[in-house]
T-cell receptor, first 117, second 111 residues
Framework: DTAVSQTPKYLVTQMGNDKSIKCEQN?????MYWYKQDSKKFLKIMFS???????INETVPNRFSPKSPDKAHLNLHINSLELGDSAVYFC????????????????FGPGTRLTVL | QKEVEQNSGPLSVPEGAIASLNCTYS??????FFWYRQYSGKSPELIMS????GDKEDGRFTAQLNKASQYVSLLIRDSQPSDSATYLC???????????FGAGTRLTVKP
């Protein structure tokens, strides 16, 4: 009964390739996120999706694109992979709601370690 | 100035002692505050959330928030070797869903 799951857990690929990472949550949350954790362990938000609408888009290269087929899934597509894309990518979800108060406890998936050779 | 700042550590305490972890944030509009624990090679795990000034206790953990000083802390009482991990401070702004993380403090509890 994994709350937030990601596949694959490890991804090794060559520069220039295109790859995808999948994320699913079974918590019934309305918002999902993608984070990148670099070699220095700094965790930085990349995207979030709420009701199929992109509400945060940090200054990430447009080679990265989130795609959400439904509220429970947010996949990350990466085109033309570069060496600097090597990192651990975490998916997360939260229930943001419409009350105007964003308590926003986020729950993370297990991560995908991407290695670009 | 970084949005969320933490001492990177490592912070080392003996087993049974109190571990004190500190965090400051730059945006006065910050509304929600969180502490995550991350074991090596694992994902961040939420351990505490706090939204109003004062203390919030949950078992051996106490979160403290002082919005006037833009300061949030985490106390771990009776520290155990299993508490050895990196602790991440995170904040969000009211009306916004994005969460900003500090760089984390690495805690080691020595038996």
């Amino acid at each position: 009964d994994t709350a937030v799951s990601q596949t694959p857990k490890y991804l090794v690929t060559q520069m220039g390739n295109d790859k995808s990472i999948k994320c699913e949550q079974n918590l019934g949350h309305d918002t999902m996120y993608w984070y990148k954790q670099d070699s220095k362990k700094f965790l930085k938000i990349m995207f979030s999706y709420n009701n199929k609408e992109l509400i945060i888009n940090e200054t990430v290269p447009n080679r990265f694109s989130p795609k959400s087929p439904d509220k429970a899934h947010l996949n990350l597509h990466i085109n033309s992979l570069e060496l600097g894309d090597s990192a651990v990518y975490f998916c997360a979800s939260s229930q943001v709601g419409t009350s105007g108060k964003f308590y926003n406890e986020q729950f993370f998936g297990p991560g995908t370690r991407l290695t670009v050779l | 100035q970084k949005e969320v700042e933490q001492n990177s550590g490592p912070l080392s305490v003996p087993e049974g002692a109190i571990a004190s972890l500190n965090c400051t944030y730059s945006d006065r509009g910050s509304q929600s505050f969180f502490w995550y624990r991350q074991y090596s090679g694992k994902s961040p795990e939420l351990i505490m959330s706090i939204y109003s000034n004062g203390d919030k206790e949950d078992g051996r953990f106490t979160a403290q928030l002082n919005k006037a000083s833009q300061y949030v802390s985490l106390l771990i009482r009776d520290s155990q070797p299993s508490d050895s991990a990196t602790y991440l401070c995170a904040v969000t702004l009211v009306g916004k869903g994005d969460m900003r993380f500090g760089a984390g403090t690495r805690l080691t509890v020595k038996p």
